[in-house]
């Protein structure tokens, strides 16, 4: 450990020592002296000490927890300062050794124990803008990061030389500044700041290594390489499959040539017998040679036939069906079953279409913003959400609602909620129809949510509007004549029809007298109505991220409602003939339903997340690490290479499982084989299928 971080551990030692002395201890026995309580005994003569103590740690603690922000500020502050430079060194070699410990070569290395030649060493003197040519998949980035480690290793050792900075270029958009996008990812990546980062771009004291050109299209590619030569680097490595290179004034070119075909030979004879099915395949299809000709496509085809023969479908397929197909130790093993492989299967395209669309190759194990994956859900779960999960949510909120009010206000005060639900704005929606089974599932969820949110807030609606009828009968009904006006108002946008609506509850009170119905009624309707709307806007901001229109609203929900009034009838409910100031001050309420009857993004976002359930179920996480074990996913749930992403984003979930099925049932009757050889006494061999 160095010095530097020594001192880190140490200050954050210190402070939750003297945050725990101060807070568990000297804070409670300040507080209790304070309200005229005594000091521990144990404290004896050092009492009088409490208060000054109090507020040398209290200082002690703030100063510790200041340190490092203000010590980034000062450092913001003053480019030149050493500590930045060296701060920045650190993080750019965690970064190239976190990269290169995750990647697909170095999962070969540990699992088969070869390496693939990878071109020539990049030079470290760069005059002009120096660019890496090669087809996807034969190295260029294992060279990148391997040169972005030799030039940190020497900056460290000079301090005159830049700082090298892997960026990948997969995440800027055409509409981005790119200058500005290029220190967004300095201070994401390296914590280089933006006044830091300019500093260094304007003094050449950064080498900037962009990866992931070939992420872009065509057009965006010469955008990107204009916006590069506008800025006027210094030091700029860049790597590129195609020749749009061309377009810069003037630059250094290093071409990443294919493996030949002894070298292939030799690492499948490096790895045994492991590889000999490979070797089988590659001399049986003359034309596979030109399809492992990278060190990526050799390394796909060596995991997927590192444990024997496999039925060869192409590279990125062959590689997919025969990871999940094998035991994660590498034996031929089998786990799992077809429903569980396409759940997989399902899971990583899902992931693989958003890791596409975000321009980078991380597989995420939260969700987004719906925006970006909205449109990669399938009709069957719309229908389940929109046609199934929300009408059972509104029906369990018309029977709590009316339930509430039939036991708090009376049976009459029910059955008009009952009929004010036909008010509810717009809620259904068109669906193709899916799983009836599935659907039936969704909707007695929705209507169980529902009815939960609704009868709990409404009964907390009560309980404040229960409050508010104690306070003086001025200010009570104050308020609820300024609910009605806000109320009213929002719905008219007019002053005069919203000055005339708050009147009613005025009117209300003269014809009735002061009572606590008007107050309680108000609480449970503008508690309701403000679920039910925020409800529906959520759902109608998901539809339209859906590209559709909804349809009219529900007609029906009134029989859910007299329901809720039949069973508060049974719970004792009274009828209350003369419930008018319960009514108004119900009706009143839910007239807030249309006010926030809007398209919320977290009221939308919140919604959204169950339509993603088919394709991410909850068991992220555990498909996620089986993914992983399987290298299907390297360094902490990222894809090995934007072609295995982009396989992946486009392939077929069914077709894949079954192709997985079939191969389970080879290694089974390949285990069957194996074992009746040992109860034989013999041994397989390596041409043996079974071997």
Known sequence: MDARRLGRTSRLI????????????????????????SALDVLGPY??????????????????AAWEPLRSLVL????????????????????????????????????????????????????????????????????????AETLAARARQDLSLPVPAVVDLGGWRRDDDFGEWLLRALSSRYRIGARLGRVWLRQGNLVLLFDGLDELSPADRVECLAWITALKLREVVLCSAGDEYQHLPRCDVVRVDPLGRNEVLDLIAACGPRLDGLREALEKDPELWDEVRTPLAFGLLALAYRAGRAEYRGVLETYLVESVARDPSGSSGSIGSSGSSERSVRALRFLARIARRQGD????SRLPSR????????????????????????AGAATAL????????????????????????????????GDVRRGRRWAVTGFVV?????????????????????????????????????????????????????????????????????????????????????????????????????????????????????????????????????????????????????????????LARPLALDEFPLGRKAILQSARDRVLLVDEHRFPHDLVRDHLASCDPVEVAAGVERRRAELGRAELGRAELGRAGLSPTASDPTA
């Open 14 to 37: 210190a402070l939750i020592g003297l945050g725990a002395v101060t807070c568990l201890v000297l804070v409670p026995v300040a507080v209790n002296m304070a309200t005229g309580g």
């Open 47 to 64: 009492a009088a000490w409490l208060w000054p103590a109090l507020a040398v740690l209290c200082a002690l603690t703030v100063c510790l």
């Open 76 to 147: 913001q502050r003053r480019p030149s300062h050493s500590a930045n430079r060296r701060a920045a060194l650190d993080l750019v070699e965690r970064f190239v050794r976190a990269r290169v410990d995750g990647s697909l070569a170095e999962q070969v290395r540990l699992k088969l124990g070869v390496v693939p030649r990878v071109g020539p060493r990049l030079p470290t003197r760069i005059r002009h803008p120096l660019i890496v040519v090669g087809s996807p998949g034969a190295g260029k980035t294992t060279l990148l990061l391997s040169l």
């Open 361 to 364: 190759l991380q597989a995420r």
């Open 371 to 394: 925006e970006v994956w909205l449109d990669f859900v399938g009709t069957d779960v719309v229908w389940r959400l929109f046609r199934r999960a929300a009408p059972g949510a509104l």
């Open 402 to 433: 009316c339930f509430v009010v039939g036991v708090r206000l009376g049976l009459v005060a029910g059955v008009v909620t009952a009929v004010a639900t036909l008010g509810v704005p717009r809620s259904a929606f068109i669906a193709v129809r």
């Open 450 to 606: 529902g009815a939960f949110v609704t009868g709990g807030v409404a009964v907390l609606g009560g309980m404040l509007g229960g409050l508010v009828s104690g306070w003086p009968p001025a200010v009570g009904y104050g308020v609820v004549v300024v609910v009605a006006l806000l109320v009213a108002y929002g719905n008219t946008r007019d002053r005069y029809w919203a000055l005339a609506c708050a009147l009613v509850p005025v009117g209300v009170t003269v014809v009735t007298g002061p009572g606590a119905e008007l107050p309680v009624g108000l609480g449970i309707g503008l508690a309701s109505g403000a679920v039910v709307g925020a409800f529906v806007g959520g759902l109608r901001g998901v539809w339209a991220g859906l590209h559709a229109r909804g349809a009219i609203g529900l007609r029906w929900l009134p029989v859910a409602g007299l329901v809720g009034v039949g069973l508060a009838a049974l719970a004792g409910a009274a009828v209350r003939p003369s419930a008018l100031g319960a009514v108004t001050g119900v009706l009143l309420g839910l007239a807030v339903t249309p006010v926030v009857n809007r398209p919320f993004d977290v009221v939308a976002g919140l």
